[in-house]
């Protein structure tokens, strides 16, 4: 349970902010399903919101002290669920990335696996005593994180593997790495980029190509990021309203609910709108970084920057994404996207940040 003086240190505000992104997102997933096959979607969506309050007060009052003394066969079993995944997951839309459970519920272990993730670059950066990253130290570290991304990237959900690489780099950068080691990964990824695109299922390379030029394939792979910039675009300064985005209500713009929800809130509600939640974001962001700050320790700082290494780098892919600045990719935008996983993952991600908080003041 929390110690006393936790509930006064629990992080109202960001609960408040957190509550508002999500009252967004939800009223955004009833318009763009209204009169769909998923107009059932938005009170789901309420229920997972429900359920992951549940999670981040839970996490919140567990001593992340304790989770990283475990967090090697958390580690272990996330690896495991994720080659189940590959055995026996439920294949959709091209990829098998969930895990059938009852009551309906599809689990997408690869967003679980980043908590883990998390917890494991913060405890192996906090036992390095050197004050520079030592060669077999960034090895073992980065053959760690590659794993799980393999295997997702397997699923293939190329998309979400990267989502783990902020998570490592942020934990590098803090721990302090030598500049000529920075070098070697830019060369080393000068070589691998190429060589990895040959490597790529055909319709990632067609994102790829499709993001550098849109109109060589209209009505194919270039159909989704030209749909998303004419609703973005037709949006205006203060939308069209609830309901009256011509793009979306017509179903000219795909998935509206879940990868490309930006898309459609910006097609309602404008520039006006748009700003309004990027501000919530940049809000959000600022109070993890914060908390980060004053952890009261170097695992607790460790893990507050993970978190918000990943939860800006799922912000800015996604934003990116739906204005043509990012190849489409399934990255969901946390907290608006329709999704039981990416929301209870987050709400568990946040509730760790509030473990960090809620013990800043406890030697």
Not at 121 to 130: D, G, H, K, M, P
Request: aromatic letters at 12%; charged letters at 15%.
């Amino acid at each position: 349970m929390l110690q006393r003086g936790g509930l006064k240190d629990f992080d109202w505000a960001m609960l408040f902010i957190i509550l508002i992104i999500c009252s967004i997102g939800v009223l955004q997933i009833f318009s763009a399903t209204h009169d769909t096959v998923w107009q059932g979607a938005w009170w789901k969506q309420v229920v997972y919101i429900g359920a992951g309050i549940g999670l981040m007060w839970l996490m919140t009052n567990i001593d992340y002290h304790a989770l990283m003394q475990r967090v090697y066969p958390m580690y272990i079993v996330s690896v495991v669920l994720l080659i189940a995944v590959l055995v026996i997951g439920k294949r959709a839309f091209g990829s098998t990335r969930w895990i059938a459970l009852p009551a309906g519920i599809h689990l997408q272990v690869s967003e679980f696996a980043k908590i883990a993730v998390v917890l494991l670059v913060a405890r192996f950066l906090t036992e390095i005593r050197t004050e520079i990253l030592e060669t077999r130290d960034l090895l073992k570290l980065a053959g760690m994180v590659l794993v799980p991304m393999a295997l997702i990237a397997k699923e293939p959900d190329l998309g979400t593997a990267l989502t783990y690489l902020p998570i490592l780099l942020i934990g590098v950068f803090l721990a302090g790495m030598h500049w000529k080691y920075w070098a070697t990964i830019a060369l080393v990824a000068l070589v691998v980029v190429p060589i990895g695109f040959s490597h790529l299922e055909p319709y990632q390379k067609g994102r790829i190509v499709s993001f550098l030029d849109p109109e060589r394939d209209p009505q194919g792979n270039g159909y989704q990021l030209i749909q998303s910039k004419i609703a973005v675009g037709s949006g205006g300064t203060w939308g069209k309203g609830v309901t009256k985005g011509t793009q979306t209500q017509l179903r000219f713009l795909p998935v509206p609910h879940t990868d490309f929800i930006f898309s459609a809130f910006a097609e309602e509600h404008g520039f006006v709108g748009v700003m309004f939640v990027l501000v919530l974001y940049f809000v959000l962001l600022m109070q993890v970084v914060q908390d980060g700050q004053t952890a009261p320790d170097r695992a607790g700082m460790y893990l507050c920057m993970g978190v918000g290494a990943l939860l800006l780098f799922h912000i800015l892919v996604n934003v990116g994404m739906v204005v043509g600045r990012m190849p489409v990719t399934g990255i969901p935008l946390p907290l608006m996207s329709y999704g039981g996983s990416s929301i209870w993952s987050t709400f568990l991600m946040l509730g760790l940040v509030n473990s960090v908080r809620v013990r800043r003041f406890v030697n």
